[in-house]
């Protein structure tokens, strides 16, 4: 949490250059500002996942409730 934790917020800014978030580091690339469909949409044309129709539990075009966080996840591609 950028908000709560000011060296998360440092660590953003200094990777994305910008002070937007989300921010999403995907393999090295920074992804700055940007929703759940358009990190779907970078992931499918870089190949790195097949598209799906599946519906999802959790908005992708919008922020989770608070109760639907959980903890951080270090995704390797």
């Known amino acids: 949490d950028i908000i709560q934790n000011p060296a998360f917020r440092w660590e953003m800014e200094t990777k994305s250059g910008q002070p937007l978030s989300p921010c999403v580091e995907?393999?090295?690339?920074i992804l700055a500002d940007v929703s759940g469909e358009e990190i779907e949409q970078y992931l499918?044309?870089?190949?790195?996942?097949?598209?799906?129709d599946a519906a999802t539990d959790v908005p992708t075009n919008a922020p989770c409730a608070s109760e639907q966080h959980g903890s951080p996840v270090d995704l390797r591609l």
């Open 44 to 52: 499918v044309e870089n190949g790195l996942v097949n598209a799906s």
């Open 26 to 29: 995907i393999n090295g690339e």
